[in-house]
């Protein structure tokens, strides 16, 4: 059953393609064995080919012995397996220590799928995982992109990423683990509630699920979903409605948008001057969107990142400011 409900998530949002070569991220946690156990039972029917990635982030001592975990399992399995270390209290990135643990993983998978020539790495994200995600963007302030929550597939910097696990319940993961006598390892930090999503985790979701809804977990999962569906359709559209507007807009033709559709093409300019929308909180949109509404001509607003948007006499001017 475990199985079969991977196959329909594969299927449902056209996750993998026969022939594909899949990179495993694999922490050694439950979510990933499941993951990589997953992918070992549907290799051969889906010609697959397989290969693992493992990166030690040295936050606890010990932290070798989750990598030769994770390398004996692959190789008993028959995969190939790509290890890395890197020390995060001495690289030097600016950021909370999830932050930078998560940018350099990501980059870290990035160079081996590159240079394994990969179709798409694979993430052991699940149903509650998704659950979390959108709680912590509800309670941090969030628009329609945010309470998408995480995606089964999307693409960064060129990179397929895919989670075939984001249907099935943690619940569901221990239950298939144990069936296949896997003994997965346990990080200890997942029950510190100095983490943000360990707090949401470990507190808030419990208490939902006993005093109003014992279901949070899938209904919170549905939701993102439904918005996913809805906000990629709002976004083509407004792909559409920005083409042949660049980075200097016209003010008559923004005035005759829907706000919802020219909030996001404020939204589309902005990724294509810094890449994405870190740091872009709703306050920021607004003032654009008063800007243009409001404001006198040679009004500026400035944005995280050396963005700014200036307003002419007829147009809205997108920019990247000297730092």
Not at 126 to 145: I, P
Not at 177 to 192: A, E, G, I, Q
Not at 198 to 216: A, C, D, G, Q, S
Request: charge should be positive.
């Amino acid at each position: 059953m475990f199985i079969e409900k991977i196959k329909q998530t594969i299927k449902k949002f056209n996750l993998i393609s026969k022939g594909d070569k899949i990179l495993i991220a694999v922490s050694g946690g439950p979510d990933s064995l499941a993951l990589l156990r997953v992918f070992f039972e549907l290799h051969k029917a889906l010609k697959l080919d397989l290969c693992v990635a493992h990166l030690d982030h040295m936050l606890r001592e010990g932290s070798n012995k989750d990598r030769l975990f994770v390398e004996n399992l692959a190789k008993k399995l028959g995969m190939n397996i790509l290890s890395g270390q890197v020390d995060l209290k001495k690289c030097g990135q600016k950021g909370s220590l999830e932050e930078i643990a998560r940018n350099i993983r990501m980059d870290f998978l990035f160079k081996i799928a590159q240079d394994t020539q990969c179709d798409a790495i694979a993430l052991g994200h699940n149903l509650d995982d998704q659950a979390e995600t959108v709680l912590m963007r509800l309670l941090r302030g969030a628009g329609l992109y945010g309470l998408c929550g995480i995606m089964p597939a999307r693409t960064i910097r060129g990179h397929r990423i895919i989670r075939p696990l984001l249907e099935v319940s943690r619940k569901e993961i221990i239950g298939f683990l144990k069936k296949r006598k896997l003994v997965p390892l346990f990080d200890k930090t997942n029950l510190d509630d100095v983490y943000f999503r360990n707090k949401i985790r470990n507190r808030l979701i419990p208490l939902l699920e006993k005093e109003y809804n014992p279901n949070i977990k899938n209904v919170l999962a549905n939701m993102a979903q439904v918005v996913s569906w809805e906000y990629d359709y709002l976004i083509n559209v407004a792909q559409l409605k920005s083409q042949g507007l660049g980075k200097s807009m016209a003010i008559d033709k923004l005035l005759r948008l829907h706000p919802a559709i020219r909030r996001l093409i404020f939204r589309l300019a902005i990724r294509g001057l810094q890449g994405n929308m870190r740091r872009i909180t709703f306050q920021h949109i607004s003032e654009i969107e008063d800007l243009l509404l409001n404001r006198p001509l040679n009004s500026i607003v400035d944005l995280p990142k050396c963005i700014s948007v200036a307003k002419k006499k007829k147009t809205l001017l997108f920019y990247r400011r000297n730092k």
